[in-house]
Structure formats: C-alpha cells, structure tokens
C-alpha cells in the first residue's frame, strides 16, 4: 500500500531587532514567543536579539546572525489536512512575542507583550510539494518615536507522508502488525514473543539464525543467577517475521530490568537494555540499542535509543538519536524526529514500498543496516513515532509511524517495528516491582528455581 499523507509545519530562523534608540541595552533584554495553531499545544521558543547599529536596515539575517534552527514544528495527518482544507478561510499561525528585562516580568507572568504575528497557512500549495508561508522582517510595533520593532521568521509546510503500523494487540501476545492507511487494514508482519529460561545464557535464541556472539563489552552476558531469588526481569525478546514466515526483525533485553538498591524501580543510573537486530547473511546484526528506566520524581518512563554504527568492531561507536521521557501516568509519544532547521529533506508523497514481497525487496539489502554501514547522517527530519499506553491493563495496540524516506526495505520498517514493542514492553519491565505482570511476561514455574 501506498504510504499516508501527513505535512509538517516547521517555524524558525527566528530573530528581533530593536529601534537603535530602544533602551535598554539588548544585554539586559530576554525575547521569547508562543507560537499557537488552533488545537494544537502551544509552542514556545527563544528569540535571538539583533544589534541594528550593526546591521543595514533592509539586510537579509540568515548568512550573518542567523543558524537557520527550528523553533516549533507541527505534524497534521489526514484527518488535520481536510479539517484545514474544508475551512473557506486559511488557518493561521499565532506568534505572541514577549519581553522581559533579566528575567524581570514587572508582575505580568508571561512579561511585556510586545506584539502579535499572524501568519495565513494554504494547505492546498503544500500537498505534493515545499511550500514558504512567510520568510522576512514583520513590523510588530512601534516606540514614542515611531520607529518600529521587527520580528523575522521563517514559516514553512511541507508533504511528510509517513507508512502507519498498528499492532492487533499487546506486543506480548504475538499480534499481527497491519498496515494502516484510512480505513483499510492489510496485516504485514507477524509477532513472536518469547522469554528465554533464566538458566539460558544465550543473549537470543532463534533457531534459524545464528547467535549472536555475547563476549562484546557492549552485549553484557546474562550469566547465571548467583541469587535465583533476586527480583529481576529479563529473557524477554519479541520477533517480527514476514507474511512469508522469515524473521525480518528482532528486540531482545540483553541487560535485566532490576530494582536500584532500596527501591521497587529500575533507576536511570542502572537501566534496562534491548538490542534491536537485523539479519544479516543468516544471523542476527545489531542495529540498535534502547535503554528504559522510571523516572520516580517525574513519573515518567525514560529512556534512551542510540544507533551502533560499526557493529563488526569491539568497541562500536554510538550516536544517540532520542533521549527523553513519556509521561507513566497517561502514556505519551516515542518519537525521533531529527528536524534540526526549517530547511529539511523531502521524500516523493507519491513514494511506496512492497511489505510482502520478503527480505531485499527494497533497494538496500538488509545486510547494509545490519552491518552499520549506513551513516546516522541517513537519519534526517522526521523517523519514527509510536504511542505509548500508560500499562495500566487495557489493551495497547501501539500505532507506529515511519518517515517515508527511510524504508527502502520490508527489514527497515520491521526494525522501526521491534523498536516500537521493545519500548511498549519497557513499560511493563519498569513497573513497580511490587506489581505482578500479566502471565504472558512471567516465567513458566517450570523455570522458576
């Protein structure tokens, strides 16, 4: 299936330049905005300020004091795109700039408002293609003298279509994933959960691929249990196969979820771990690693993913792509996006990708990824995104969503895939240990000592 229209708004190249007469000095001036799209949360950001006295009136700020960076960015799918676009007139932004001197409101809680910008957004040019909304100086008011405050800013909208996954039920009852695109819905992969023998000392256990080999320092051994009767939970990995059958994808906790000394919770100074695997040539590649632990203080989920680029070395360099929290109480967004500026890549709208024809059916084989060949410069804009439950016993069924641009094979989607179960389940692994999981996440008594 084709994949599902999404379009992004992304607000930057920020700045605010003061009448030369405007007093006080910019050094003892702090600018920020709030940046409101109706039914959307609003957006603030920091302005950069600008010396006019060193600056030509009509000059143009990107080349000089400018880093092209985003301040806000908003992700609209289907159901947002035709609500804008049955609307007789444009939606706009709404860009609220502020002031305030060395952090002093002057008894006003949000500081001196020094103006308003509205900027009109036309869906219908940005469906298939980059559209600017506004990139320039705005006059946002003036002093006693008339001379005027300018604000720049760069507004733009562009097609993001993204592929949409849904699994049919908790990842660790072994779903199907279906494709999702409107109200249609083709199933695509297939699940595998599995808790491995806490005697077993194999990091994955998969018959039809070779092992991977656990010496690495960073594939720490599970070992065996010096204490059988230490709260611990580990063994758990989750398989995602093809509609033929093979294993395209793999999430396996190479690191025990296990409480910090005193505590009933895993802490972010010893947190659980998961590598996400690829095939590769018959056996299991790394191509990831997610780390998860409960933030007591802010009864969060945490949690950390990092892309191995060299998983052929010893020492495999690192870069991490998210770092961040979901809210425990009422589940949230694992998301990457790295949108670092309003100048972003942009995929065909009109991309597709074959998910049952097998492993290679894209361009890239899958040995590429498991090698970690690819540089994390291959990672730009939008990547992925998957809900979070909160776990607290409804069905899950988390949603994924992946950027266009990077699956160019049934195994890239797959990995996204296995990285959105192994964060679900991570959930459950960071759960109070005075909580009793669901059968489904408890060893058998057969292997309990």
Request: proline residues 8%; contains cysteine; positive net charge.
């Amino acid at each position: 299936m084709d994949p599902c229209p999404f379009v992004r708004i992304l607000v930057g190249n920020l700045a605010l330049k003061f009448p030369v007469s405007s007093k006080p000095p910019l050094l003892s001036v702090q600018c920020f905005c709030k940046i409101k799209l109706k039914n959307f949360p609003t957006q603030k950001a920091t302005i950069p300020l600008v010396n006019n006295q060193k600056q030509q009136e009509n000059q143009n700020p990107e080349g000089n004091f400018l880093s092209n960076s985003l301040a806000a960015c908003y992700s609209l799918d289907k159901a947002h795109i035709d609500n804008f676009l049955s609307c007789k007139k444009p939606k706009s932004l709404e860009i609220e700039v502020y002031s305030r001197d060395n952090g002093v409101t002057c008894g006003l809680k949000d500081g001196k408002l020094l103006g308003k910008v509205t900027v009109p957004l036309d869906m219908r040019k940005a469906e298939s293609r980059p559209c600017v909304m506004h990139n320039g100086w705005i006059d946002i008011g003036e002093n006693k003298k008339g001379e005027s405050t300018q604000f720049y800013l760069c507004a733009r909208v562009e097609p993001d279509p993204r592929y949409v996954f849904q699994f049919g039920g908790d990842p660790e009852c072994s779903p199907q994933v279906f494709q999702v695109q409107g109200s249609v819905r083709q199933a695509v992969f297939t699940c595998k959960f599995s808790l491995r023998n806490p005697g077993d000392r194999n990091l994955v256990s998969m018959p039809s691929m070779t092992e991977p080999t656990p010496s690495r320092n960073w594939l720490p051994s599970l070992g065996t249990d010096k204490d059988p009767s230490a709260k611990e939970r580990k063994g758990w990995s989750i398989t995602i196969h093809d509609l033929s059958g093979s294993p395209v994808a793999m999430a396996s906790m190479v690191t025990p979820f296990v409480p910090s000394p005193g505590s009933d919770h895993v802490s972010q100074s010893n947190p659980g771990a998961w590598l996400i695997l690829r095939p590769s040539n018959g056996a299991w590649k790394p191509w990831g690693r997610l780390e998860a632990w409960r933030d007591r203080h802010a009864n969060a989920l945490g949690y950390r993913f990092e892309l191995l680029h060299d998983s052929a070395s010893a020492s495999p360099t690192t870069t991490t792509l998210v770092n961040s929290v979901i809210n425990a109480k009422n589940g949230g967004k694992f998301t990457i996006d790295m949108t670092k500026s309003v100048s972003t890549p942009v995929s065909s709208p009109h991309s597709s990708c074959d998910f049952g024809s097998g492993p290679g059916s894209g361009s890239w084989s899958g040995s590429e990824f498991g090698l970690g060949l690819l540089s994390p410069l291959v990672y730009k804009g939008f990547v992925m995104q998957s809900s979070v439950d909160n776990g607290n016993g409804q069905c899950s069924k988390p949603e994924v969503e992946i950027g266009v641009q990077h699956v160019n094979c049934t195994e890239d989607a797959a990995a996204f895939v296995a990285l959105a179960a192994a964060v679900d389940l991570s959930v459950d692994a960071c759960k109070s240990f005075t909580h009793k999981l669901r059968k489904e996440l408890r060893p058998s008594q057969s292997f309990v000592v």
